[in-house]
């Protein structure tokens, strides 16, 4: 009898004491599955080609051809000066002779006159001009100018020597060696005292 009261108090204590602890106690919950996140995989970029620039090429700069040189052709006339006194004929040392250019303009007058004077003849009467400065010569005469001797300062008109010779009437030899044009004049006479011939012998 005894023992069956100490058993009932026994059980009495242990379902107190399971109820006390009733409220403290819960069963664990049960595991929750998340499934693994799965982030999206983006294709990596297909690679772009492109094509490798054009090589430099400068701009062409322009260059005239440079013209072949071409020398100046000279150009002069020559003649001689000769005394006529009667039937007797010489040379004349220290005589001049006169170029003159006229380009002619309006109303037949003349522009841009050039006078170029020769230097005085040698002993065998001859001169000699350079007109390399005169662009056009067909526009040039040549005259008498001067004659030292006293005895024959009379200028004739042979040749047109006291009017002027127009150097476009005359061909001109050209010297290759030279690069040279000469025009030959004359001979021009000047006279003396004496009458001269009409046609004089030279």
Not at 57 to 79: F, R, S
Not at 93 to 99: M, Q, R, S
């Amino acid at each position: 009898m005894a023992i069956t009261r100490a058993s009932l108090a026994i059980c009495l204590i242990l379902s107190l004491v399971t109820i006390a602890t009733a409220d403290y106690y819960s069963p664990s919950s049960p595991p929750v599955y998340k499934s693994p996140e799965h982030k999206p995989t983006l294709p990596s970029p297909s690679p772009t080609y492109s094509s490798p620039p054009p090589p430099y090429v400068p701009e062409p700069t322009y260059t005239p051809p440079t013209k072949p040189y071409v020398p100046e052709i000279l150009k002069a006339v020559d003649g001689i000066i000769l005394c006529k006194n009667g039937y007797e004929t010489y040379p004349i040392l220290g005589a001049k002779v006169k170029i003159v250019c006229s380009e002619p303009a309006s109303y037949g007058k003349s522009k841009n006159e050039v006078v170029i004077y020769s230097d005085p003849t040698n002993s065998k009467g001859y001169f000699h001009v350079s007109l390399t400065d005169i662009k056009d010569l067909a526009y040039c005469r040549v005259k008498l100018y001067f004659s030292p001797v006293e005895t024959c300062k009379n200028p004739t008109n042979v040749n047109k020597g006291l009017t002027g010779v127009p150097l476009s009437m005359y061909g001109y030899r050209f010297y290759s060696e030279k690069n040279l044009k000469l025009f030959s004049v004359g001979p021009f006479y000047y006279t003396g005292p004496k009458a001269a011939p009409a046609t004089p012998k030279y």
